[in-house]
């Protein structure tokens, strides 16, 4: 197969070149609800890239569930999963997001950290009952036999529904960003980019060559 046909002139999307404010996070707010707004689906998909110990890096999408400028950018996730075990030995991830149609995309770079039982219980909580029983079903990323076997612990589970609750293996994690980089696409391939460095409690900022 061969791709090399595939190419599109970026920078169609009207988009003057952004004002770039001090710090990233009232950007990254400004172009995340513009994708929420734009009906674009699952507008808060990113993918998550992660390295364990033997140095070799994998990536899945994960739906960011919120973000504070002060504590990060959090998700949901099995503990145990693959992502999980990575994490435990290197907590160093990034996200990716990326919303072809307003020819944007985000990079961001950071210490990803566990959050409290509390808050994931409390999460856990808000979610639907389908949801929280697949949570306690699913040992992510675990080779199993077939659906079925999942499929029967559901029914057995929904019989007893005051039996659910948040498993100890599931929670949250906040990423705790150090470079977070906004990339806007341009014509004749002279797309913006703008990098934002946290140094010593401070964003710095800069323009990259596209
Ligand atoms: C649109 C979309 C959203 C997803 N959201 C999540 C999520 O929030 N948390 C999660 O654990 N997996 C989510 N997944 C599934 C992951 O991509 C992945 O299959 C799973 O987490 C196992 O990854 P791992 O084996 O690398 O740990 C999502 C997948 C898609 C396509």
Sequence with gaps: ??????????????HSEPV?????????????????????????????????????????VVLLKGLDASEGFSFYTDYQSKKGRQLEMNPYASLLFFWNSLERQIRIEGRVVKQTRELSIAYFNERPVESQI????????????????????????LKFPESIKCP????????LPEKIEFWQGGRHRMHHRMEYILIDGNWQRHRLSP
């Design 168 to 175: 100890e293996r599931w929670g949250g994690y906040t990423l």
């Design 1 to 14: 197969m061969n791709f090399s046909d595939i190419r599109r002139d970026f920078g169609n999307e009207n």
């Design 20 to 60: 770039w404010p001090e710090e990233p996070f009232s950007i990254f707010s400004e172009w995340v609800q513009k994708a929420i707004q734009s009906n674009i689906p699952e507008a808060n998909a990113m993918v998550l890239s992660t390295v364990g110990d033997d140095s070799k890096p994998s990536s899945r």
């Design 134 to 157: 697949s949570a306690m079903v699913s040992n992510q990323s675990q080779p199993i036999k077939s659906l079925d076997e999942l499929e029967k612990q559901r029914q057995e589970i």
